[in-house]
């Protein structure tokens, strides 16, 4: 039982260094959030030792009574707060999710139609070099030149490309997705229509954006985003697809399930079903507008700096530098200097390589988390367009980060850790 910092002191310092990282700067990558620390608490607890190959009350190994317990109130939590007939809760990542489910609907070589992964899809939407991409005939959707999913694209490709899959989500794109197109024209084809929400899934359980299990056949997501609970996959769908997801998950593509991040799953659905959590996400919504607001001021979009499809509905918004002399790696690096993080993102038409882009992603979900407020997103915004701007210098990275620091300071995390 010899603790972490005296068995393995290398481990444990990079463990505090990331702790204090995360502490005194300000997290804007848009896929990340703070886990509470009674999530943290489930995910590092014994649960971790116990094989469960199976489902709650049919299960390969003994002793599992307990950890069914615990899988069994994520289920139910899960299924509650998003209105779902059937839930599993064992994918270990959002990718895995995504795998499980398409082998669940689609054989390989089926085609799926989905969003361009330059145009804010995901990998596991159809990438080249992701599995999606390799197993299976891949038709691209994209966003039309004012920044929206082109639905009569869409439905085009669909009537020509008879997709069996239909895929509507993205992993960057600041609009809401109109579900009930998607599902007219997933009808109008007979396709399945699977909806992604990884990124968005946090809203929706919140109420503050239109829930896709009331249109989709399947849905998927990860809990570690908007979401706000440990890092994993889960998969909703109609009653129908329980037995061919179930199977496709275990024993298709895992063994035992990680029982010790489901009970995390658990800890976090409760939570997300709090009015803490609704207005922590209205908090989000809030700021990214804020943040949307501040950077299409003239003082700002002089200098090539704008936000695509001029504004957000959800918790980022997108950064468009194509007009811009900084590129997408020069601005990502200017505002780590002054202590935010974020990531560069291409953009529709990316003019730059992929490693260097002419696009940041920046999302809100994290501060929210830590706490911030109108005021302070006011003020992130304030301090993510000055060093945008020309005549950034080691004088000007030093103030700015100063500003850093304040709202840092004001909004401390994990205190006592
Ligand atoms: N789906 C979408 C839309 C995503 O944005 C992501 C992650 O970025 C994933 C799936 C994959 O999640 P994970 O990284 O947990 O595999």
Same mark, same amino acid.
């Given at each position: 039982?010899?603790?972490?910092?005296?068995?393995?002191?290398?481990?444990?310092?990079?463990?505090?260094?990331?702790?204090?990282?995360?502490?005194?700067?300000?997290?804007?990558?848009?896929?990340?959030?703070?886990?509470?620390?009674?999530?943290?608490?489930?995910?590092? =607890?014994?649960?971790?030792?116990?094989?469960?190959?199976?489902?709650?009350? $049919?299960?390969?190994?003994?002793?599992?009574?307990?950890?069914?317990?615990?899988?069994?109130?994520?289920?139910?939590?899960?299924?509650?707060?998003?209105?779902?007939?059937?839930?599993?809760?064992?994918?270990?990542?959002?990718?895995?999710?995504?795998?499980?489910?398409?082998?669940?609907?689609?054989?390989?070589?089926?085609?799926?139609?989905?969003?361009?992964?330059?145009?804010?899809?995901?990998?596991?939407?159809?990438?080249?070099?992701?599995?999606?991409?390799?197993?299976?005939?891949?038709?691209?959707?994209?966003?039309?030149?004012?920044?929206?999913?082109?639905?009569?694209?869409?439905?085009?490709?669909?009537?020509?490309?008879?997709?069996?899959?239909?895929?509507?989500?993205?992993?960057?794109?600041?609009?809401?997705?109109?579900?009930?197109?998607?599902?007219?024209?997933?009808?109008?084809?007979?396709?399945?229509?699977?909806?992604?929400?990884?990124?968005?899934?946090?809203?929706?359980?919140?109420?503050?954006?239109?829930?896709?299990?009331?249109?989709?056949?399947?849905?998927?997501?990860?809990?570690?985003?908007?979401?706000?609970?440990?890092?994993?996959?889960?998969?909703?769908?109609?009653?129908?697809?329980?037995?061919?997801?179930?199977?496709?998950?275990?024993?298709?593509?895992?063994?035992?399930?990680?029982?010790?991040?489901?009970?995390?799953?658990?800890?976090?659905?409760?939570?997300?079903?709090?009015?803490?959590?609704?207005?922590?996400?209205?908090?989000?919504?809030?700021?990214?507008?804020?943040?949307?607001?501040?950077?299409?001021?003239?003082?700002?979009?002089?200098?090539?700096?704008?936000?695509?499809?001029?504004?957000?509905?959800?918790?980022?918004?997108?950064?468009?530098?194509?007009?811009?002399?900084?590129?997408?790696?020069?601005?990502?690096? $200017?505002?780590?200097?002054?202590?935010?993080?974020?990531?560069?993102?291409?953009?529709?038409?990316?003019?730059?390589?992929?490693?260097?882009?002419?696009?940041?992603?920046?999302?809100?979900?994290?501060?929210?988390?830590?706490?911030?407020?109108?005021?302070?997103?006011?003020?992130?915004?304030?301090?993510?367009?000055?060093?945008?701007?020309?005549?950034?210098?080691?004088?000007?990275?030093? =103030?700015?980060?100063?500003?850093?620091?304040?709202?840092?300071?004001?909004?401390?995390?994990?205190?006592?850790?």
């Amino acid at each position: 039982n010899t603790p972490l910092h005296e068995l393995d002191p290398d481990v444990a310092a990079a463990v505090d260094a990331e702790l204090r990282r995360q502490q005194s700067t300000l997290e804007m990558i848009a896929s990340e959030n703070f886990a509470p620390v009674a999530v943290m608490e489930a995910q590092g =607890s014994v649960l971790t030792n116990k094989y469960a190959e199976g489902y709650p009350g $049919r299960r390969y190994y003994g002793g599992c009574e307990h950890v069914d317990v615990a899988e069994q109130i994520a289920i139910d939590r899960v299924k509650d707060l998003f209105g779902a007939e059937y839930a599993n809760v064992q994918p270990h990542s959002g990718a895995s999710a995504n795998q499980a489910a398409l082998f669940a609907i689609a054989q390989p070589g089926d085609t799926i139609l989905g969003l361009d992964l330059a145009h804010g899809g995901h990998l596991t939407h159809g990438m080249r070099l992701n599995f999606s991409g390799k197993q299976f005939n891949v038709v691209a959707y994209h966003v039309d030149e004012a920044g929206l999913v082109d639905m009569a694209e869409v439905e085009r490709l669909a009537k020509e490309h008879r997709p069996k899959v239909i895929i509507a989500g993205w992993s960057a794109y600041p609009r809401q997705l109109d579900f009930a197109e998607f599902r007219r024209i997933a009808d109008e084809v007979e396709a399945y229509l699977w909806v992604d929400m990884a990124h968005f899934a946090g809203l929706v359980a919140a109420g503050l954006h239109p829930n896709p299990v009331e249109y989709a056949d399947v849905v998927t997501s990860t809990t570690h985003k908007t979401l706000g609970g440990p890092r994993g996959g889960i998969i909703l769908a109609k009653k129908a697809f329980a037995k061919k997801l179930n199977s496709s998950v275990f024993p298709g593509f895992q063994g035992g399930p990680l029982e010790h991040v489901i009970a995390a799953k658990a800890v976090s659905f409760k939570i997300a079903a709090s009015e803490d959590f609704k207005e922590r996400q209205q908090r989000t919504l809030d700021g990214a507008r804020i943040l949307a607001e501040r950077l299409v001021r003239d003082d700002v979009t002089e200098h090539g700096v704008s936000v695509l499809s001029g504004g957000t509905d959800v918790h980022l918004v997108l950064v468009d530098l194509r007009n811009s002399e900084l590129d997408g790696q020069q601005a990502e690096d $200017r505002l780590h200097e002054v202590g935010i993080t974020v990531n560069r993102n291409a953009v529709p038409n990316d003019p730059r390589p992929p490693m260097v882009t002419s696009g940041l992603r920046i999302g809100t979900p994290a501060l929210a988390t830590r706490g911030f407020g109108t005021e302070d997103f006011t003020e992130v915004a304030d301090i993510i367009a000055e060093t945008l701007k020309p005549g950034f210098d080691a004088e000007k990275a030093e =103030s700015l980060k100063a500003r850093v620091t304040a709202l840092a300071d004001k909004h401390p995390l994990y205190p006592g850790l």
